[in-house]
């Protein structure tokens, strides 16, 4: 039911009496973002140089540390966090993918085959 539209968006539902429902990359990946975040164990999203530079200049993107890749209507995302100290990793990445497939799936109705954890720190308190 979704198909690509245009970049980094794609076309959710096409309804003739209401219009077309459209959703991009990046709200995907802010919904995946929160989602992990809301984890217990998850210090923080971690980001690329770029999300960084951009956060030190006040600017947050809710986005940080997500990569959204949508392909035949299914969203593989791939998520970097910081884990807190102590806590164990296989079991906080396994309940980071369940929260961000169910979250994206419950929200758009999409599919969610994949959800790839990378831990890219720890952090002490």
């Known amino acids: ?16 009496n209401c219009g077309d429902v459209q959703i991009s990359d990046d709200a995907l990946a802010a919904i995946a973002g929160i989602a992990a975040t809301e984890v217990e164990g998850v210090a923080s999203m971690a980001g690329n140089i770029t999300n960084e530079l951009v956060s030190k200049f ?3 993107s809710l986005s940080k540390g997500v990569k959204i890749n949508v392909e035949d209507g299914k ?3 791939d998520v970097s966090i910081n884990i807190m100290y102590e806590k164990n990793i296989p079991e906080v990445s396994m309940k980071v ?3 961000v497939k169910t979250i994206i799936e419950s929200m758009t109705g999409l599919e969610v085959p994949e959800v790839r954890i990378k831990i890219a720190g720890v952090i002490v308190p």
Do not use: H, I, N, P
């Not at 039911?1 to 003739?16: H, I, N, P, R, V």
């Open 1 to 16: 039911m979704a198909e690509t539209y245009g970049k980094d968006a794609f076309l959710l539902s096409a309804q003739k």
């Open 58 to 60: 006040g600017v947050k």
């Open 75 to 77: 969203v593989f995302v």
């Open 97 to 99: 993918q369940e929260r």
